[in-house]
C-alpha cells in the first residue's frame, strides 16, 4: 500500500491525471523487473496479462488526495478468489513475485517511491521529518 497525500492544487494537477501518473509509476516499477504492464480501459488499475495487479483508491476532498494504491508484491492471493476484486466478477489477480519479481516490499519501496516522485513532480523527504512525505522540486 502506498498512500500518496497530493495537493493537487499546489502541483495542478486534476484527478484523473493523479489516477494515470500512479497507474505510470506502478507500470515503471514492473518494468524494472522486465514485466510488462497495462492500463486497461474503464477499469483503473494494472493489469499484467489481464491479471489485476495494482490498484487505486483515491479520496479527493478540497483539492488533496487520500488513500492511494494497493501493489501486489509478494502476497496470499487466494483470498481474492472468494471476491469480487474491484467488483469485477473473475477477474485474476497477480503478484510480481508469481512474475518473477521481488520477493519482498523493501526490495520495491525505492523505486515506487522514486517513480511516484518523478510522475508527480515531486522530492522524496525522509520520514522522520514533518510531512508532506513528498514536497515541491525546487526550481
Known sequence: MAYP???LRRIKLGVREL???IEQSM???LADWNIHAERRE??????VAGAKIGAIGLRVRRGCSFHGLAFNIAMDLEPFARINPCGYQGMAVTSMLDLGGPSSIA???PALVQSLSKQLGLR???SGQLPP???PVAA
Do not use: S, T
Not at 474503464?42 to 493489469?47: D, E, R, V
Open 133 to 135: 512525505l513528498l514536497a
Open 5 to 7: 497525500l497530493v495537493d
Open 107 to 109: 526490495d520495491v519501496k
Open 27 to 29: 507500470i515503471d516499477v
Open 42 to 47: 474503464g477499469a483503473p488499475g494494472i493489469y
Open 124 to 126: 522524496p523527504v525522509p
Open 19 to 21: 489516477v494515470c501518473r
